[in-house]
Structures are given as structure tokens and as C-alpha cells.
């Protein structure tokens, strides 16, 4: 990068420390430090909603599963709309004039301790090995603009993180939250123009995306109902709905959002924000992916875009099968060069489309027979998608672009890991510190323990982040690791708020069944994660019925 990407950078950076730092006043007390004592307006808390789930991950994995995979990933959000709308008449009037710290506060008044307990345990599990993805994500961009260890880059983008997050606790996450979505924005927008400048003279972006179409980029819906496919019409409208009911209902770092809220429209709004703007907003994110694609069609990139475990390759006993690889992919981009140019000049040629798919073929057989090689060569679970737009921004974005760009990156990851580190800590403070270990206390010790929760989690997420960067799309590895928990953990508030006749004992049993359905299902069938939502919750509300009846319902629970 030059002197004046590292400018931009460096003054992003020192503006959200600053930013954050300053937002400590009125954080003297426990609910101005967790909930902002219930006062921010809907626009700021539906900003904030957005920028938690757009992390660095969506700008860095989603462009990259663009490329890899065309539109059809949009599929994944399409429940979410019909999410919100459900949860914006329940969920947030019941919470709200609850008058809660967190949500599973709610389940010890509704059931008992040990449902509350082990609910919060598996949010506090599940969203400290996502967060650890979100924190994976930016660090891949530096470690490639930076040439550094990835321990150092790890570090690099969460201490600034965790030192405005223990200072200035949720007013801090939310202001920072409204300024952080304009860069990224600003940034998306960015490499969307730039990409279409750099097509070839005499394409349009229609002959663009037509080319990219032969190949299925362009396809965005699945009309098939198949369990084992991934992203279908169906696993989005369904599977989503339920992911997205119990991430935005039963997600602690996305019910603390809408809780700041001062009143329930406000809150409701805020929702509201994302059901109109999600969608349009991922479709344009893929859409970079897409462009990504066409651009790489006629500007020669790397055989692999992760470089990182390459040069072991290159000077190991496998080396020459590894250039005789990259001789080949060579020959086989020229050609595939040549098809796409005849393709979008012959639009509607049959002959012209069939010779581009064949050369496309041969291109992606020859990248999978190498990343084949290194996986074997280095004993890694080796993954090129995440590397795909890092490489494209370093190597082609023009001067000041570059450091727009990691500056957005660093604003996704930065608003995400906030969030939810002020979210761990509230769970951990208000679920396990406060209910188990200290019951009682002035509000200014526990603030401090939330302070010192908020440092610990952050230190427990740059750790595993080092070993998240294997795990292929990271994209999909957050939603995975969210899927294995979020449906049973979305069931136990379906017998909570929706059906009377449960009580503590089925509640606690249907998570422990729920749980072990999911496991048993991801472990032994083919099922897409999407649909675990689905079965999680399921099994949760069928057993917690089961067995609250077995137990005699509420009332014998209260006697």
C-alpha cells in the first residue's frame, strides 16, 4: 500500500478509538453501560442491527462466494423479512416491557434456573466461536497487505476493538455502529464502480453479467426442495426464517441492540431497517463477487489467490508438478480469455456459449487439482475463497481506494466484534456472575466486572481466530456455527412466549434433545446446515411439550 492508504487507514483507526473512548460519559452505571439506559433513537439502533451482522466476514467471505458461486447465496436472506415481521410483534414488545438485561433472563421468570443457565451457556459457547470467525476475517487482509504474522494482524484489529468496547460499553458500540456502515458502504460502492471500469473497452455490464450468466453466476433462485442442497428457494425462505427468528430473537448481541431502543416502535423500526435493506444491500455485495469474476476473465489472476503456504510448494519435492499446474492454467485462461471475448460479442451464439463453458471447466478443474496439491503438500485444510477480493484490492484498486477499502474491512469487522463482545459480557455478568457467583452488589463493581468480561472474551476470540482462518468460506462458517445452536435455542423461547402448557422440566429437556438432534442429524445425514435451524427448534418444542405434560404442566412445577 502508499503513504496515502496508510492515512486513510491510520486516521480510520485513531477516529473509532477516539469515537469510542469519548462515548464513556453517561457509562457510570450498570444500564447506561449495557443498555444506554434505554434511550437511543431507531435509526441508530437499526444502523447498529445492520452493521453487527455485516461484518468483515460479508465483505471479505461474501465477495469471494460471489466469485466462487454467483448470486445464489442471496437465497440465504429471504426469511429473513418475514423474521422480522414475526419477531417486531412478539419478541420485541415482550422483552422490552419486560424490562431485561438479556434474554434469558426471561426464562428463569417463565421456567427456571437451570433452563435459563444452560441457554445462556450455549449463546455464550455459540457466539464466542462466531466472533472468533468475525475477528478471522480482517486479519486474512492484512496478513496478505502486510506480509505479517497473522498473530500480529489478529491482534492488530481487536485490541483497538476491545479498548472502546470496555470504555465506552454499548453507547460506544451503537455511535461507532452508525459511522462504521457509511465507510462501508462507501466502500462496496467503490469497488462495484471500479470493477465495471475495468472492463474491457466496447463491454457493456450487461455483456458482462450475460457472460458471467453462462456459467450460473448470475442465477440467484433454486425452485428445487432438496434437503442436501445448500442455498435453495426453500432453505432460505424456511431455514432462514428460522435462523434469523432465533439470531435476531434469541441472539443476545441482536436483542441487547433492539433493548437500547427508548420505546417498542422504536424498537420495532429498527428491525424494520434491516427486513427492507438486507437483501438489496447482500445482493449487491455478491454482485462484487460476480464482477470479481468477469474482471479476472480478462485480466490474468493468480492460479490460487491465498499465497501464504505457496512458496513450501514451490521449493518442496512437489515443485514441479505444481509449475507444470500453473504452465497449464496459463494455456487454459488464455483460452477461456478468448471464449469469454466471443461470447460477449455473439451474445445469443449457442457455439460461442458451449466453447465458454467447456474453457471455464477446464479452468476451475485446473485450480482444483492444485489446491488438491497443496492440501496434500502442506497437510492443511488449505482455502482460497476468503483471498479472492484481498487480492483484487491490493493488486488492482488505485491508490487511496486501497486504504478505503481496508478501512470499510475494518469497519465491518470492528462494529461486528463489538457487539458482540458487549454482549458476552452482558450474558456473562448478568447470567452467570450476578445469578451464580455474586448475587448481590453496587453497580459499580459489577460494571467493573463487565469491563473485565468484555477483555477477557476479547482475548478468548483473537485466540481462536488464529485457527478459524482453515476453515474454508468464512461466511459459511459463522452461519454453520450458528446453526448447530440457534434452533433449539430459538425453541425454548417458542415454549416460553408461545405455549403456556410448558414448564421448567420440559423446557430444559426439550434443549438437551434439541441439541443432540441437531448433532445427530449434521453428523449422520447430508442435511444442509440451513435446515438444522428448523430441526433444532422442532425437536426442542415437540420434547418440551412432551415432557411438560408428562410432568403435569405449570402447575405442578409451581407447587
Known amino acids: 500500500m502508499s503513504w496515502i492508504d496508510w492515512i486513510v487507514v491510520g486516521a480510520y483507526l485513531t477516529w473509532m478509538v477516539w469515537d469510542g473512548v469519548r462515548m464513556s460519559r453517561n457509562t457510570t452505571e450498570l444500564e447506561g453501560y449495557l443498555l444506554a439506559s434505554r434511550s437511543l433513537p431507531w435509526w441508530a439502533v437499526g444502523l447498529s442491527v445492520m452493521a453487527t451482522q455485516l461484518s468483515a466476514i460479508t465483505m471479505v467471505s461474501t465477495t469471494g462466494q460471489g466469485y466462487a458461486e454467483g448470486m445464489k447465496f442471496v437465497q440465504f436472506y429471504f426469511g429473513l423479512p418475514l423474521a422480522m415481521i414475526v419477531l417486531a410483534v412478539t419478541v420485541v ?46 486479519s486474512l487482509i492484512l496478513s496478505i497487505v502486510l506480509g505479517w504474522n497473522l498473530t500480529l494482524t489478529v491482534l492488530l484489529i481487536g485490541v483497538p476493538t476491545v479498548i472502546y468496547t470496555i470504555v465506552g460499553g454499548v453507547q460506544a458500540v451503537t455511535w461507532t455502529d452508525v459511522k462504521q456502515m457509511v465507510i462501508i458502504i462507501l466502500g462496496v460502492l467503490a469497488a462495484v464502480v471500479i470493477l465495471i471500469l475495468g472492463l474491457p473497452d466496447g463491454m457493456s455490464l450487461g455483456q458482462a453479467l450475460h457472460v458471467a450468466g453462462a456459467v450460473g453466476k448470475t442465477q440467484a433462485l433454486d425452485f428445487r426442495f432438496d434437503l442436501t442442497e445448500r442455498y435453495t428457494l426453500w432453505s432460505g425462505l424456511i431455514g432462514g426464517m428460522f435462523l434469523s427468528m432465533a439470531y435476531f430473537g434469541c441472539d443476545q448481541s441482536q436483542v441487547q441492540r433492539y433493548l437500547t431502543a427508548k420505546s417498542v416502535k422504536e424498537g420495532r423500526q429498527s428491525l424494520f431497517m434491516s427486513a427492507y435493506f438486507k437483501i438489496p444491500l447482500q445482493a449487491l455485495i455478491l454482485l462484487t463477487g460476480v464482477l470479481m469474476f468477469v474482471f479476472f476473465l480478462f485480466n490474468k489472476g493468480p492460479m490460487l ?63 482444483q487439482r492444485a489446491t488438491k496439491l497443496v492440501r496434500e503438500a502442506t497437510n492443511t485444510q488449505y482455502a482460497d475463497v476468503n483471498f479472492v477480493f484481498p487480492s483484487f484490492v491490493v493488486t488492482y484498486m488505485p491508490i487511496g481506494f486501497v486504504g478505503l477499502i481496508i478501512a470499510a474491512i475494518f469497519a465491518a469487522a470492528m462494529s461486528s466484534i463489538a457487539a458482540e463482545l458487549n454482549a458476552l459480557a452482558t450474558a456473562t455478568v448478568i447470567d452467570v456472575y450476578k445469578r451464580h457467583i455474586k448475587p448481590t452488589g453496587a453497580d459499580s463493581h459489577y460494571l467493573m466486572v463487565s469491563k473485565w468480561a468484555t477483555g477477557l472474551w476479547g482475548l478468548f476470540v483473537c485466540v481462536m481466530a488464529i485457527y478459524a482462518v482453515q476453515l474454508g468460506s468464512l461466511i459459511e462458517v459463522v452461519n454453520r456455527y450458528g446453526s448447530y445452536f440457534y434452533g433449539s435455542i430459538l425453541g425454548v423461547f417458542v415454549l416460553a412466549i408461545g405455549l403456556k402448557r410448558a414448564n421448567g422440566h420440559g423446557a430444559f429437556a426439550g434443549l438437551v434433545v434439541g441439541m443432540t438432534t441437531v448433532w445427530l442429524v449434521a453428523t449422520f445425514t447430508r442435511v444442509e446446515f440451513l435446515w438444522l435451524n428448523v430441526v433444532g427448534a422442532v425437536a426442542v418444542t415437540v420434547a418440551g411439550l412432551v415432557v411438560s405434560e408428562l410432568t403435569g404442566g405449570p402447575r405442578r412445577q409451581a407447587a
Open 305 to 367: 489467490f491465498n499465497r501464504a503456504p505457496l512458496e513450501s510448494v514451490q521449493t518442496g519435492p512437489r515443485a514441479a508438478e505444481y509449475q507444470a499446474l500453473d504452465e497449464e492454467y496459463g494455456r487454459a485462461f488464455e483460452t477461456r480469455k478468448s471464449a469469454a471475448q466471443a461470447l460477449a460479442s455473439a451474445v445469443d451464439n449457442t457455439d460461442a456459449k458451449a466453447a465458454f463453458t467447456k474453457a471455464d471447466a477446464d479452468v476451475r478443474g485446473v485450480r
Open 93 to 138: 414488545p415482550f422483552f422490552t416491557r419486560a424490562r431485561v438485561y438479556t434474554a434469558y433472563e426471561y426464562l428463569e421468570q417463565r421456567f427456571d434456573l437451570k433452563t435459563r443457565t444452560l441457554t445462556a451457556f450455549l449463546f455464550l459457547v455459540s457466539r464466542g466461536l462466531s466472533c472468533s470467525v468475525v475477528v478471522a476475517a480482517p
